[in-house]
């Protein structure tokens, strides 16, 4: 992908949006949500990526899911032992990635890295969110959350999706919720 003008104007918009003076306005249009759902072709995902770091490096803390979910299995022991939990529970992937229990999965390592972003007057990118697919968390989980929700900065999730009159489409095939974000 070429940087087109369409890619300037999310940038630009999101630029505006990032703005102090606009914060109330996140929470208006997102029906009470602190988060803004930057949309892309999942084709171009390393395009905008590389341009969100040129403009935001110094004001955002880049979170990149795929590193977070590596570090979960890790934290299960290895692929292995990470391999035979999650055939346990292969049909309710929600068990083995955002459960109810004490132990720490990969939705908590998620939420707790976007809440220290915050903490260090970062705001948050959530980067390749494509890699959530099938672990049963969704968008929606993440900017719903009540700690998200009263971050002092925006959450920014970047989402590899498109965009048209019948809604979003997170990977260009799976209805995604808007609710509780903007989306640009």
Known sequence: MSYS?????KFDNLQMMLNKANKKQ???NANGGNSIL???NPADEIVYIQRATELFAAVALFIDVSKLFVEYIDS???IGEF???YNNYQAT???VFKSTGEETDLFDIIINEIIAADQNDKIPFLVRTGCLYGT???NQNIVEHKAIIQLKNPLVVFYPATVNNNGVSFLNFKTASKYRCIVI
């Open 26 to 28: 996140i929470s208006i």
């Open 83 to 85: 391999t035979e939990y």
């Open 38 to 40: 930057f949309t892309y």
């Open 93 to 95: 992937p929600e068990i």
């Open 136 to 138: 049963g968390i969704d």
């Open 76 to 78: 299960v022991g290895g």
């Open 5 to 9: 003008t369409d890619s300037k104007a």
